[in-house]
């Protein structure tokens, strides 16, 4: 009886151990899946992580070639300037050029001065980068002491001078 019942615990043993080597191996085919797995979303990992990086460099590049032309078109509309106010050419115009990190724009620029106090610009870039500009400036009070003199004295100045050209066809004359 004793035999039996060991050679029944024996086969019983054997039949777990067997169950418990067949779970075993499932689990380490499992386990050599998981690894599979873990070395593709590496792999994919590092694929987006390349990718990034390239569209960051191309981002930078694109911001510092956009910056270059910002820069290149504001030295060019900077150089647009005004050359002071004059009754008789009251429509003046200027062309400017900047140049910045590699990038260069050419800027045309009208200012228009009704009078002394008041004045009204336009600019802009030429070229593929458009960039405008528009404004007013003005001045308010009563005007300098010395333009209201030299005002002044121009006209004294004129008076003056056809006074002498008077006399001086006068003498011319009496020769």
Do not use: C, W
């Not at 290149?72 to 115009?93: E, I, P, Q, R, V």
């Not at 001065?113 to 405008?132: C, D, I, Q, R, Y």
């Amino acid at each position: 009886g004793n035999i039996k019942a060991n050679t029944d615990a024996i086969n019983r043993h054997e039949t777990v151990i067997n169950n418990h080597a067949t779970i075993i191996n499932n689990h380490e085919q499992q386990l050599q899946s998981h690894e599979q797995t873990l070395v593709d979303h590496a792999n994919v990992l590092e694929n987006h992580e390349n990718r990034i990086e390239s569209l960051e460099r191309g981002m930078t590049r694109n911001v510092e070639r956009e910056i270059g032309k910002a820069g290149a078109a504001n030295a060019a509309l900077s150089a647009l300037h005004y050359l002071g106010y004059n009754k008789d050419d009251k429509l003046t115009f200027a062309v400017g050029y900047g140049h910045y990190k590699g990038h260069s724009a050419v800027a045309l620029g009208g200012f228009y001065a009704p009078n002394e106090h008041v004045m009204f610009s336009v600019g802009g870039t030429l070229g593929s980068e458009k960039m405008v500009n528009a404004g007013v400036s003005f001045r308010l009070g009563k005007g300098s002491e010395y333009e209201l003199n030299h005002k002044g004295k121009i006209k004294e100045l004129e008076t003056l001078v056809t006074k002498l050209v008077a006399e001086v066809e006068e003498l011319k004359a009496g020769k």
